[in-house]
């Protein structure tokens, strides 16, 4: 959403670095006392999920999302083209930190170039949300249409217009 507007040097990175920030954020929650309370009891934790981590930029790897995002407790969900390249020749170097790593930095040196990531969350929730929206309304679409073209096979096998 920013790749264009910053330095090269960031480019690619925001989207890490709020993953990492994530993940230390549901560590700390794992390693809470509340949280071992309901663990000793039997709770189970729920995974983060690392959606759609395809990459869009032709410059970066074809697996970069899928190498930086990997870390124990997680799900990562991928378009087929980035798994095929990951199985082919994906590596993982080294799991998210459960500190957060650099992501306070990375953070930081994008708000000093003006980059508001509250309001850059806030839409790409929107835009997220809209084409989750589309994407089920396409479905629904689909299916109506397959429906209906076999209730008319139906009626037709059955001599009826």
């Known amino acids: 959403a920013v790749h264009d507007t910053v330095p090269s040097a960031l480019r690619n990175r925001l989207g890490i670095a709020i993953a990492r920030r994530t993940y230390r954020a549901y560590r700390d929650l794992l390693a809470s006392p509340r949280w071992r309370t309901l663990a000793a009891a039997g ?8 959606a759609s981590t395809g990459t869009k930029d032709p410059d970066a790897s074809d697996t970069l ?43 930081a040196d994008f708000t000093r170039i003006g980059v508001d990531s509250t309001a850059l969350a806030a839409q790409l929730q929107r835009e997220g949300t809209a084409s989750f929206d589309r994407s089920w309304k396409d479905l629904l679409d689909c299916l109506a249409a397959k429906r209906a073209m076999l209730a008319q096979r139906n009626r037709a096998a059955a001599g009826r217009p």
């Open 43 to 50: 709770a189970r934790p729920q995974r983060l999920l690392w």
């Open 65 to 107: 999302y899928v190498e930086a995002l990997a870390a124990p407790d997680t799900v990562n969900t991928m378009p087929e083209k980035t798994l095929a390249a990951f199985a082919d020749h994906g590596r993982v170097e080294g799991v998210l930190p459960r500190d957060g790593g650099d992501a306070d930095a990375v953070l």
